[in-house]
Nanobody
Framework: QVQLAESGGGSEQSGGSLRLSCAASGYARSLNLMGWFRQAPGKKREGVAAIDSNGITTYPDSVKGRFTISRDNAKNTLYLQMNSLKPEDTATYYC????????????????????WGPGTQVTVSS
């Protein structure tokens, strides 16, 4: 089993930055794919960043150039650096992970992830 715990959420003004962290415990070294998802009230959960065990990353156009995902395998920790924040980035952010390999076009699809953290709130004011 793997447990994920996010931290680093909070409130920020438009244009500001936040850095989220996700600590993995349990059989964390078995994780191949890790990602960040977000869900705003009344909206579907969407993938905002993913990284595989080879360091290949993927982002949707909505955050490309503003968000950066990284992982420290020695610390079993996943990060999401969010810059140039916008009010539409307001959501609950979830860390997710999966032990299996997937096609890269599926990296931002929630159904391909087995493990999920409880989420952390990010609020961006204008």
């Amino acid at each position: 089993q793997v447990q994920l715990a996010e931290s680093g959420g909070g409130s920020e003004q438009s244009g500001g930055s936040l850095r989220l962290s996700c600590a993995a415990s349990g059989y964390a070294r078995s994780l191949n794919l890790m990602g960040w998802f977000r869900q705003a009230p009344g909206k579907k959960r969407e993938g905002v960043a993913a990284i595989d065990s080879n360091g290949i990353t993927t982002y949707p156009d909505s955050v490309k150039g503003r968000f950066t995902i990284s992982r420290d395998n020695a610390k079993n920790t996943l990060y999401l650096q969010m810059n140039s924040l916008k009010p539409e980035d307001t959501a609950t952010y979830y860390c997710a992970a999966d032990p299996f390999s997937h096609y890269s076009e599926n990296y931002l699809t929630a159904e391909y992830y087995t493990y999920w953290g409880p989420g952390t709130q990010v609020t961006v004011s204008s």
